[in-house]
């Protein structure tokens, strides 16, 4: 079992930074493959990026260039550095966890709010 908790969401305007953190509890984070998704309100959740257990990283097109996903295995941490916010990047943003031998993601966190102002 795997428990996710994500931080540094907030109020920022636009062509601001922020960066988020997920802590996974647990002993075998540095097997996991991690992502971030994001839910605007009436939109789908939509894929932001990933990084595998090896630290291979990828992007939603939406943020490429702008976004960095990184994990530092030592602290059971993965974060999202997000610079150049635009007002569409305004949603709840959700860190995910899945075995690497999975295809869906199994474990969620409860998700942080960023609001980018125009």
């Known amino acids: 079992q795997v428990q996710l908790v994500e931080s540094g969401g907030g109020l920022v305007q636009a062509g601001g930074s922020l960066r988020l953190s997920c802590k996974a509890s647990g002993r075998t984070f540095s097997s996991y493959d991690m992502a971030w998704f994001r839910q605007a309100p009436g939109e789908e959740r939509e894929f932001v990026a990933a990084i595998r257990w090896i630290g291979s990283p990828y992007y939603g097109d939406s943020v490429k260039g702008r976004f960095t996903i990184s994990r530092d295995n030592a602290k059971n941490t993965v974060y999202l550095q997000m610079n150049s916010l635009k007002p569409e990047d305004t949603a709840v943003y959700y860190c995910?966890?899945?075995?690497?031998?999975?295809?869906?993601?199994?474990?969620w966190g409860q998700g942080t709010q960023v609001t980018v102002s125009s």
């Open positions: 995910a966890a899945k075995s690497t031998f999975r295809s869906d993601y199994s474990y």
